[in-house]
Structure formats: C-alpha cells, structure tokens
C-alpha cells in the first residue's frame, strides 16, 4: 500500500482467537460464510523457519488428539497408613496405565495406533536429510540434555513424520510443602497424541480411550475425555500455488525456501480443507528459540521485518500469476 | 479428679504439634529434658479401635520412609507440537519409574527393600484372623469397590504387617481447565513406605535413592527427596506393665480388649524408646470412619466418653500395680 498505493489482491481477514482452547467456534463460522469466504488461495502464518536466515514453506502439519484421563479409587482421601495396602491407588494406577502406553523402543502401544500412518519414503528420508536443520541447535534450545524418542527415527522425522504421545499435566493428592500422609481418592493426566497423515484424530480417541480403560487395575474406574482434536494436514509440496510463494520468500530473504513439515497442528487446516477446498500457502517466520507455550514467549524482529517483506512479494506474485 | 478429689498417680504430659509434619522438634526436646521427663510408663492415645464397641490395645506401629521424586528433562516448558517426540517427557518418565516400583504381585522392587522384613508366622496369621476385624465394612468405609493389594496377604496383614508403597501426591506441566499443548520441563511426586520391623527408615531411603536414579531414562534427572522418617514400632503385646491398660479397658467399656498392631506411624515412639527406655501403652479410639486425613475428619462422642473413662480407669489400675 505504502510503496505502490494500493494492493495487488483483495484481500479477506480471518482471525482465529480460540487456537489454543481448541478452535470451537472457527469451524461454524467458516460453514455459516462459506460464500462470503470464498477465495483463490488462503493464507496462514503460523509456521517456523528452520534457521533465522532460512525461508521456510511448510506442507505438512500434524494433527492432535488431546485427551484427559480421570482416575478414581477410594470415594475420598484416605490416611495412607490406615488404608494404605489393602486398596489400589489410582495414582499409581494412573501412573502404570501411562508408563504403558509406550514401550521400551517408544512405540505407542494402543492397539492399532499406527495402522494409518504413512510410511516414510527412502526419497522422504533423503529429502529430509538434506534439509539444513541442525540437531544440535535444535536440542540445545530444548534445554533437553540429549535427543531422545521412537527408536529408528531421527529428531527431525520424530518431530514431523513421526506421530507422538506426551503428558502435558498431571496432578493428584498433596501437591503442597512438605508430606502429607493421604492415600488420594483421585488421580489425572493429560495426554496428548500428535499425529500425523492418515491418522484420524476421532479413531485414536476412541482406540486410546478403550485401550486405557483395559489397563486399568481392579479397584479403580478409569475414564478418558476427549478434550480436543485436529486431523492431521498434508499438501502437494509441488503445488503451482507454492510457486508464488518460494518466489516471495527468495524475494524477501535472497535465498530460496526449503519445503517442510512441521509438529505442530493448526486445527483450522483441515477444517479450510472441507468447506473451502482452496490450496494454502504456509509461510511462517517462528524460530526454535521463540519460547512457544512457555515463559518469555518472544516473535524476532528479524521474522518481523522479513515476515512483512514476503508477505508483500507474495501479494505482488499471486497478481502476477493471476490468483 | 472429680470423683476423688486427686489424681491417682504424677502425670507429666508432652504435647505434639508437629506430627503430621515430620516431628522435627520433639526428639530434641525429649532429648534435653531427658530427666525432668523421666517416668515409669508412658502412654500415647493416638491409635484406633477394631470396632466402635471394641476397646483395643496397640503393640505395633508401623515406620515410614517418607520421599519426593523429581523429575527434570528440558530446561523450560516446550511445546509439545514442535519439540514433541524428540525429547523425554518428564512426566512420562516419572509414571514409568513410579511403575517400576511395584511388579504384578503388588511387591515393592526396590533391591533389598524386604531384606529385614520380619516374617509373620503361623500363629500370628492365627491370632489376627481370630480378631474381630470386619474387612466387609473396613474396605466400605474406604469407598474402594474392592480389596486389593500384595498378594498372598490378607487385608488386616497387608495394612499392618506388611510394607507398603503409596504416591500421596503428584503434579506436572498444566493442570487447568481444559487443554494446553505443553511438554513439560518438571514433574514430582511424593512416594511414602510404611516400613515394618525390622526394616529402617534410613537405609530404606537410600535404597530407595539408589534405585529411582538407576529407572532414570537419558534426558532426564531425577532427584530423591528424604521428608521424613519413622521406625517401625513394637512391643511385646504380654508386657506386664499392658496388664493395668488391659484391666482399664474392660472395666471403662465392659469387654476386654484385643491386641492389634497399627498401619500407622507415630514417629516419637521409637524416640521415647531411645531416650526413656519405658514401657508404651498405646491405647487409643479412633474408628475406621474417622475420615483420618481426609475432608470431615472427626472423632466419635461414644470414643470420647469411652476414652475418657478408660484413661481415668488406667491412672487408677497403674496406682493400684505400684508404676
């Protein structure tokens, strides 16, 4: 607007403030405007770049099934002396049920968990290999002292190829200073699944949610919610869309992009997929140190700057190319 | 007082307040004023009875080893979508050691943990099931829907002779309303033993130690807490000095008692044992309903007048033995 005084598009804004509780009311308003939403081509930034200096396209996103799984023993605390022995412990409970869940290569152990995955391609692993992503760097910002995960699998294919299985929370019992002689009559956790192409987030809540109610022991009733989900996402990374936006990037950042996938989900994907059918360009510009979901969660303002820039170009090349 | 205008014998009282926390002071105090406490007896009201009807008198105590995991793996909270999978969950290696704790059978697999366990024989298995213990009721009044526990042990032996291992309390990562995709950098519990004779709090600790940091998978670091500690407790349930409590119980509730021992601890008994060397009469009505520790905790009017009588009764019976 500022250099050639108007834009090179029409443009259409949406703005999704509910991400991180779960998207519930995105999805309604896309249906209800499906037509006044319409479009060529729609696009997010939300991604990361593999380095600062590194343009960076994503064409992968996993999906997530994030569960709560509630377990309850005795009908209140008990004096652990008392009782203790003679009634199961759902927090112990809890704990067996979730140290099952993988087994000693990391696999998950569900029943059925990776029946839809896609196997990764030998061309998948070169391409991914040949990506400038550095490991060290990577793990160094984790703050994790080593890498570690699914056996057979490198960081990168872990984070992006790979579905997962982490607790996010749990609690139960006397969490305060010091001791407290309770036997807890309740124990919690959340346990989200990253997944990833072809799995289905509502078919991995219903195999979580039956394979963790047959673990659980005599004397506690296991059960799981299914607190939110998102299926996974996947584009043609030749797409002639993309091509606009490699363009831009190589415009902005005077290197061309590399193609990625990414960890992480963006719910609202695969809903754009089903009402709008249009292709989507991912151009996003975070960085492995910008403290996501964690204390001084910070955007670089070299990703600032060079965010607006190919954001710009990208408008100027979808003209061009008739978008 | 009332009635004869004098207390039978001297009393000298010790008060606790300090109990439910580890009992840091009261050994130091018993230790230097050694004499000014010196006595021919000592008598504690803090142990429980069978039944509401069934004055019982206590000649075992169970110890505890009282400790805190925790768990360390990447140096800030990540998330889950763009680090998941190439790092260990502390929360999830938390469940998996605190899994490890115990094999099917209910046995504790800390080496050695059982090494000075004192077995029961034939006839105490005899004398405790002729008790009469209700397990019906007792494990009602847990609201647990079923017994469970060590195998091979019954409910009244795995809750008095027997050791146990409990979580009293565990937190990690979010633990609010709803979903945060959050892999978390810490996770904790509080892991308490009620130990038996003759096992020791101290060398249970460090076995304990030893052992949690050898289930550690890489990527993390796991630290063990000591909070507490008591001995295990017992008594020759024939000691002369039990005969006057024996007698004050069956004349303030008008049947004898029986001889039970405790799950429970009281850390100054084996104090009072190191710095006195006397006799305990551990004569205490509390009822399995008591919700001991628990939200309404409460103590029974028929205990209260029954305990009072019986105590009035046992000054007069001590008078009488010449204590």
Request: hydrophobic content about 40%; proline content about 7%; aromatic content about 8%.
């Amino acid at each position: 607007m500022k250099v050639n005084g108007r834009l090179p598009i029409n443009l259409k804004v949406v703005i999704e403030g509910e991400e991180e509780c779960g998207s519930e009311s995105l999805p309604v308003f896309l249906r209800e405007r499906r037509k006044e939403l319409d479009a060529d081509v729609i696009l997010v930034s939300d991604t990361a770049m593999l380095a600062p200096d590194q343009p960076s396209l994503c064409y992968a996103l996993r999906g997530i099934c994030y569960t709560q799984i509630e377990v309850t023993g005795p009908s209140k605390d008990l004096h652990s002396g008392h009782f203790g022995g003679a009634v199961t412990n759902p927090a112990n409970a809890l704990c067996a049920i979730i140290a099952a869940l993988k087994d000693g290569d990391g696999k998950i152990t569900v029943p059925g968990f990776y029946e839809r995955v896609r196997a990764i391609t030998p061309a998948d692993r070169e391409n991914m290999k040949a990506l400038p992503f550095n490991e060290k760097a990577f793990i160094g910002e984790s703050g994790s002292p080593v890498a570690a995960g699914e056996k057979g699998y490198s960081t990168l294919e872990r984070t992006t190829v790979r579905p997962t299985l982490d607790v996010n929370g749990m609690w139960s019992g006397y969490i305060g200073e010091g001791s407290k002689t309770v036997l807890p009559s309740f124990a919690a956790a959340k346990v989200s699944m990253r997944l990833v192409p072809d799995q289905d987030a509502h078919d991995i809540f219903r195999r979580f949610e039956a394979y963790v109610k047959k673990l659980a022991p005599a004397g506690v009733t296991v059960r799981a919610l299914d607190l939110h989900g998102a299926q996974p996402w996947i584009t043609d990374p030749g797409h002639p869309m993309l091509e606009a936006a490699k363009r831009a990037l190589e415009r902005a950042w005077t290197r061309p992009p590399v193609m990625i996938r990414e960890g992480g989900s963006i719910p609202v994907m695969a809903v754009f997929e089903e009402t709008h059918h249009l292709p989507s360009i991912l151009m996003g510009f975070g960085l492995d140190d910008d403290q996501v979901h964690s204390p001084n969660e910070k955007f670089s303002l070299s990703s600032f700057h060079g965010g607006t820039k190919s954001v710009a170009y990208l408008y100027e090349e979808l003209a061009k190319s008739g978008a």
